[in-house]
């Protein structure tokens, strides 16, 4: 299924009922007096987050939602039914803003949360509700009010505990697929990833985290260049960043530590809030060299990037180190959840 992150919909919630005009008529009360009921108020549209989806594809048919109007009231003073509540399932992570202020109405993070989007109308007034000690037989009603209408601007941000960041090829997708049960599109050409991934990755029986990989990023990404600044929004729920750089690159001609500089540069163009994120850098292929080159050039490029912060020399395509990346991964996001507690 084509990955669809954004959609525009419209939402009106239902017409509240009219309110009734009757009189009471019964052959030994000559004075019954007015007995019209309200109308019933109109259905409200609510967003409901369903773990169960995981893209917006279902909006690309259809557009539009109303909830039921209410209905009428009746003699007797009966009221009329209330419009039923219409109900929109959409993905975990979807974000809720009026197309038309740009106003942030909600953000669904929750199996199960509901999200009123547009309430339904008041009900309208029976002449019942009129009555008084000089107006003994109203013939005074109100009708339902209109529901609310909307247009919507869903956006879907992927719910992930950690985010890949990489050059093109720099085996990003490789590497969720070996830490995770996600089977991404790997090939030996740029570009093999066009749409985000998820995958879960399991350190053990009972801790876990998910991964997030996006299209690889390339010099003029923020000005709209490739495919990365479209997806990387979806980092920005992420808790950690590892920043994939290919320890042997085919092009004899690339420096690892100047794409990492590249790749940097693109991200805090595109948001200073992402680029703030707490980053690994993680050299990937390293099977393509001995062991003691492999930990050389890993030495070598943190030099050259000035880098002090974590690092790991891995292999994707083997699983060599991975085990241990996924590990300290693990306690990271154990401390972060403590420190946030605390």
């Not at 992150?5 to 419209?10: G, M, N, P």
């Not at 005009?21 to 052959?27: L, Q, S």
């Not at 209410?70 to 803003?97: M, Q, W």
């Not at 880098?307 to 790991?312: C, I, R, S, Y």
């Amino acid at each position: 299924m084509r990955f669809v992150d954004e959609a525009t919909i419209t939402v009106a919630g239902g017409k509240g009922g009219n309110g009734c005009m009757a009189f009471r008529r019964e052959k030994y009360i000559p004075f019954g007096g007015p007995d019209g009921g309200d109308g019933g108020d109109g259905g409200s549209v609510y967003l409901v987050a369903d773990e169960g989806l995981s893209t917006l594809s279902d909006f690309r048919y259809q557009r539009e939602f109303r909830a039921e109007s209410g209905h009428a009231g009746a003699g007797s003073c009966r009221t009329g039914r209330a419009g039923a509540d219409r109900e929109i399932t959409v993905p975990l992570g979807t974000e809720v803003r009026d197309a038309d202020t740009g106003e942030l109405i909600g953000d669904l993070t929750r199996h199960g949360q509901r999200l009123k989007v547009a309430a339904g109308g008041f009900h309208g007034l029976g002449n019942a509700r009129y009555k008084s000690s000089i107006n003994r037989a109203p013939r005074q009603t109100s009708p339902g009010k209109p529901g609310e209408l909307r247009r919507l601007a869903l956006e879907l941000r992927l719910l992930a505990d950690v985010g890949l960041l990489g050059a093109p090829n720099a085996g990003k997708s490789t590497l969720l697929a070996a830490v995770s049960q996600a089977r991404p599109k790997i090939a030996d050409y740029p570009f093999t990833t066009l749409n985000p991934e998820l995958g879960v990755v399991e350190v053990d029986r009972f801790r876990r985290f998910v991964m997030a990989d996006i299209p690889g990023l390339i010099e003029g990404s923020a000005a709209g260049a490739g495919l990365g600044t479209q997806f990387l929004r979806h980092l920005g729920r992420t808790r950690l960043l590892l920043h994939v750089l290919d320890l042997a690159p085919a092009d004899p001609a690339s420096i690892p530590a100047e794409e990492a500089r590249k790749i940097v540069a693109e991200l805090e163009a595109f948001s200073p809030e992402l680029a703030a994120l707490p980053r690994w850098l993680v050299l990937n292929k390293a099977d393509l060299l001995l062991p003691d080159e492999a930990a050389a050039r890993g030495a070598q490029i943190a030099g050259e990037l000035g880098w002090t912060g974590p690092l790991f020399v891995v292999s994707a395509a083997t699983g060599s180190g991975c085990q241990a990346l996924c590990e300290a991964i693990m306690r990271h996001l154990e401390q972060q959840a403590l420190q946030a507690r605390e």
